[in-house]
C-alpha cells in the first residue's frame, strides 16, 4: 500500500497471538537488532528484529499489534524519495 507517509508493507496472520508480556520481549530483541536476537535459542523476534533494522536504516517505522487468541499484525513503514 502507499499512503501519504510512504510505503505500507503489511503481514497479518490470524495465530495464536502474544500477550503483552511477549510483545515486550519480543520488542525489546528487536531494540537490540538482528544480531543480538540471532543469539536467542528459541528463535523468537528474529523477524521482527530484522523488520526494526530495516526502519531504521530506511528512515521509516514499524508496528506490532497483537492479541491472544486472535492473531498479530506487524507493518513497516518507509518514506518514499
Known amino acids: 500500500d502507499e499512503s501519504p507517509d510512504g510505503l505500507i508493507f503489511e503481514v497479518q496472520d490470524d495465530g495464536?497471538?502474544?500477550d503483552d508480556a511477549q510483545?515486550?520481549?519480543v520488542s525489546q530483541r528487536a531494540e537490540r537488532g538482528a544480531e543480538?536476537?540471532?543469539?536467542n535459542?528459541?528463535?523468537n523476534?528474529?523477524?521482527l528484529a530484522i523488520v526494526a533494522d530495516l526502519a531504521g536504516k530506511l528512515g521509516g517505522t514499524w508496528q506490532l499489534e497483537s492479541?491472544?487468541?486472535k492473531g498479530t499484525r506487524a507493518?513497516?513503514?518507509v518514506p518514499v524519495p
Do not use: E, N, R
Request: proline share 9%.
Open 67 to 69: 492479541i491472544p487468541g
Open 36 to 39: 543480538a536476537a540471532t543469539q
Open 41 to 43: 535459542p528459541d528463535g
Open 23 to 25: 510483545i515486550a520481549k
Open 75 to 77: 507493518a513497516l513503514c
Open 16 to 18: 495464536c497471538g502474544m
Open 45 to 47: 523476534g528474529l523477524g
